[in-house]
């Protein structure tokens, strides 16, 4: 077997082990995939000006973000259904997340509940990213379950008002609930190690995987075509029930899907601890300006105010590197754990967020950086990395 040296190594190998419909539906944008060209471009197009005979012998990727220290400023994005990505797959992120330092954020559409993944990773700092439900009784009973399970941090995702248009996803028979079709079991037998590794072994103990948060009464197996009412995404949130949650919610509040200087200042003027600037991954609206695009005047309008953190393409250490120097406190990886995780389970999400600290390490020290916060104002924008 080839080593596994970067990024995209970990994607080509977790493409055969994944069958198409589950892999496409990591790995792709929506409708014409702009967005997610648009993402990577503009993070390929920016450089960074290092200081050359520093003289610098020790580095250090710790830092501080909402006020708790880091061992790096990372963290693990929501990714729904990562369960099915590996046997017991939030969990296993939970923990390779955990010995690394950083946090780990469970989406609302996890297959494990946040008990079983407390359960399983007592010392991972878990952060719970909540998609509002149609019914608002649910959702705070949600919100009671993720308070009592520990989490410090609550995750509101505002760029989902309506389901994407993923075509990928209905050309591989891949959908939520599941809808047998012969594509989608060709697919899972062409993968066996998926198929017997994964999704036979979770069927036996559990049954058919499920969003394990949604309500027994309303849990959506992914063989059941109706998704009941009470349980859909609620499009039609507004900054009311921001600030409603605001006031529930005790712990830290970040809004997650800001693109705009005006939301940004939004978010802060409800009492949000942070914002996640984002495009989803290139994943929801075609058209979205990329995020490292945005980023720099959204960081200078709330700065000393709120944290900013940043996601969307981070594929090396050096992207991420490149949103810190644009304002980032903090930067999100979505796709790249689910690879490791694909690949080599909780031992490969470890190792995948190990190398991507390696890249990071690497390059501070090619920089002339000691520490994240030196990074601040080396960002060079395209036009100038042109001439
Ligand atoms: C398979 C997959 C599932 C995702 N599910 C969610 C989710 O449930 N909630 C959410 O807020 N974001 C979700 N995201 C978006 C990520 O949180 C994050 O914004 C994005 O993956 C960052 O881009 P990257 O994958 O290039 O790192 C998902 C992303 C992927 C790849």
């Known amino acids: 077997m080839p080593a596994l040296l970067n990024a995209d190594d970990y994607r080509l190998r977790a493409r ?13 944008g929506t409708e014409d995939e702009k967005a997610l060209l648009r993402q990577r471009a503009s993070l390929d197009a920016i450089t960074l000006t290092p200081s050359v005979l520093t003289g610098h012998r020790e580095r250090s990727l710790a830092t501080r973000i909402l006020d708790q220290h880091q061992a790096a400023p990372l963290v693990v994005a929501p990714t729904a259904l990562a369960g099915i990505v590996s046997h017991d797959g939030e969990t296993k992120l939970a923990r390779a997340a955990s010995r690394v330092g950083i946090p780990f954020c469970v989406s609302t ?82 993968h066996p190690r998926w198929l017997l590794g994964v999704l036979a072994r979770t069927w036996m103990r559990d049954g058919v995987p499920t969003y394990g948060h949604y309500p027994d009464a309303y849990r959506s197996s992914v063989t059941r075509l109706a998704m009941a009412d009470a349980v859909r995404l609620d499009g039609s949130i507004d900054w009311n029930d921001v600030a409603r949650l605001r006031e529930r919610w005790t ?12 939301d940004a200042r939004k978010a802060a003027a409800i009492g949000a601890d942070g914002i996640v600037v984002s495009s989803h991954g290139g994943r929801n609206l075609d058209c979205l300006p990329s995020p490292a695009d945005c980023l720099p005047a959204i960081a200078k309008a709330c700065a000393g105010q709120i944290a900013v953190l940043a996601d969307s393409g981070v594929r090396r250490g050096t992207d991420v590197l490149k949103y810190l ?16 995780l694909a690949t080599g389970g909780e031992a490969g999400a470890e190792a995948i967020l190990r190398l991507l600290l390696q890249e990071m390490d690497t390059a501070m020290g090619l920089l002339g950086v000691r520490e994240p916060r030196e990074l601040e104002g080396r960002a060079a924008p395209p036009a100038a990395s042109h001439r």
């Open 325 to 340: 120097a644009l304002g980032a406190g903090a930067v999100q990886v979505g796709r790249l754990p689910l690879w490791g």
């Open 251 to 262: 712990g830290r509040l970040l809004v997650k899907g800001i693109l705009s200087v005006e």
């Open 109 to 190: 559409q996890s297959v494990t509940t946040i008990e079983t993944i407390r359960k399983g990773a007592p010392d991972a700092r878990l952060w719970f990213q909540l998609y509002v439900w149609h019914d608002r009784t649910l959702t705070d009973a949600l919100l009671d379950r993720v308070a009592a399970a520990g989490c410090d941090c609550l995750v509101l995702t505002a760029d989902t008002a309506v389901a994407p248009n993923r075509e990928y996803n209905r050309r591989n028979g891949f959908s939520v609930p599941y809808q047998p079709s012969l594509r989608s079991a060709v697919d899972g037998i062409l």
């Open 16 to 28: 055969r082990i994944l069958p198409r419909g589950l892999f496409e539906y990591i790995d792709r």
